[in-house]
């Protein structure tokens, strides 16, 4: 923070929330700097849970947009939710863009067929089997444990992929979706890598169905993507 030279800097944007930023914003706020504050998720508004963490939590988030000029939504809701607790900032929505060159299902195909087939053949899976894919941190609002539970409900074809890192706090969902995998013999049906995957786009193409069925979304850039790549999506509205 000390070698930034924020008198260079006539607006400061800020994407998401961190500590970090909240402090930096009272900083930057005595400095009369412009600061855009872009919303990518509900609890970038404010936190529905009542425990005494996240009563302290939405107290800082509402000094972090109150000292904001503006805000910028990545999806009407947001905005709508962002209205509703700073009536007086001005919010605009912007919606989220992808790569359509990285994922684009046109090109990828001809590229990667042959790959695609030896992935299946490397996780022992039929080519007829058919392939949920699930992708985002690992976590309870993310909602992987769901998927699991209907996954086991299934005939043996249809299997699941889950990608995405898991923060420290949330151990305790990754350790407990590793133990209903195990207790419903379904290490066979399931890929599991709790880490982001620098060729992910391969997975979409491996994958027949994408699903999402996070409890809470600012918006969703794995929709786009998945959508990109010719794939069917099912999600919580």
């Known amino acids: 923070i000390y070698k930034i030279n924020f008198s260079k800097y006539n607006v400061i944007h800020y994407v998401g929330f961190t500590w970090f930023s909240v402090f930096m914003s009272y900083y930057l706020k005595k400095q009369k700097k412009f600061q855009v504050r872009e919303l990518t998720s509900l609890v970038d508004v404010?936190?529905?849970?009542?425990?005494?963490?996240?009563?302290?939590?939405n107290f800082f988030v509402k000094r972090h947009n109150n000292n904001a000029d503006i805000l910028i939504a990545i999806s009407n809701k947001l905005k709508e939710d962002a209205n509703l607790k700073h009536p007086s900032k001005k919010t605009y929505m912007k919606y989220n863009l992808i790569d359509t060159h990285t994922y684009n299902y046109n090109n990828l195909k001809n590229n990667n067929n042959v790959k695609t087939i030896k992935k299946i053949l490397d996780l022992k899976w039929s080519s007829e089997s058919i392939i949920f894919l699930n992708i985002g941190h690992i976590n309870e609002n993310k909602n992987q444990i769901y998927l699991i539970?209907?996954?086991?409900?299934?005939?043996?074809?249809?299997?699941?992929?889950?990608?995405?890192?898991?923060?420290?706090?949330?151990?305790?969902?990754f350790n407990k979706l590793n133990e209903i995998i195990n207790l419903n013999n379904l290490n066979n049906r399931i890929l599991l890598i709790d880490k982001y995957q620098k060729n992910i786009s391969e997975y979409y193409l491996l994958s027949d169905i994408f699903v999402l069925p996070s409890k809470m979304e600012g918006f969703g850039n794995v929709i786009l993507e998945a959508l990109a790549m010719g794939l069917p999506v099912l999600a919580n509205k």
């Open 149 to 173: 539970n209907q996954l086991k409900l299934l005939p043996n074809k249809y299997k699941l992929i889950i990608i995405g890192p898991t923060y420290e706090e949330d151990r305790y969902y």
């Open 46 to 57: 404010y936190s529905r849970s009542l425990t005494f963490g996240r009563i302290i939590f």
